[in-house]
């Protein structure tokens, strides 16, 4: 009786010596961590409207913000309308690092005809171009057309937090 009294005993302290070290991390493991979503899109979402340069000729160039320090910009989507005294005046619209490179060319869709006589090129596309912090993202429409052109856009994307 007394050695299964002793091989309880040292049984029991065997198990509080091993539930002392190893039943904290095992506890520690089954707590939920809580996170926060940081990136998610509809949280840093980024939209600019009425994007244009008035009436122009050959080259019309609009800045958007600079992209903050600790953000990188990620555009997803242009959409827009571009107004020509030509039919075929409308020769490319863009996405660029401001003085440096572009980022998409986009498509366009052919000419309607205009209340005022312009001819009325949409562009509606999706694309991905990102932007660092410091960085300017610029849209540049240019023609080939000796006569002027108006337009306007919306871009659309979202901002995330660079560590």
């Known amino acids: 009786m007394k050695n299964k009294l002793i091989t309880?005993?040292?049984a029991l302290a065997l198990a509080a010596v091993l539930g002392k070290f190893y039943a904290v991390p095992a506890f520690a493991q089954v707590r939920a961590a809580l996170m926060q979503d940081r990136d998610s899109k509809p949280r840093n979402?980024?939209?600019t409207y009425n994007l244009s340069c008035g009436y122009a000729v050959n080259i019309c160039s609009t800045d958007l913000p600079t992209v903050p320090a600790g953000?990188?910009?990620v555009i997803e989507h242009i959409s827009g309308e571009a107004d020509t005294s030509g039919l075929n005046d409308l020769y490319r619209v863009s996405l660029w690092v401001k003085n440096q490179?572009?980022?998409a060319y986009l498509e366009f869709g052919s000419a309607n005809v205009t209340p005022n006589s312009l001819?009325?090129?949409p562009f509606n596309q999706a694309v991905f171009a990102t932007f660092d912090a410091g960085q300017t993202p610029q849209?540049?429409?240019?023609?080939?057309?000796?006569g002027g052109f108006a337009w306007q856009?919306?871009?659309?994307?979202?901002?995330?937090?660079?560590?």
């Open 101 to 103: 490179y572009a980022s």
């Open 119 to 121: 001819y009325a090129r």
């Open 139 to 146: 849209v540049t429409l240019q023609t080939t057309g000796t």
């Open 71 to 73: 953000k990188r910009l």
């Open 45 to 47: 979402y980024y939209q």
């Open 8 to 10: 309880l005993a040292g």
């Open 153 to 163: 856009a919306v871009i659309c994307g979202y901002l995330v937090d660079i560590p």
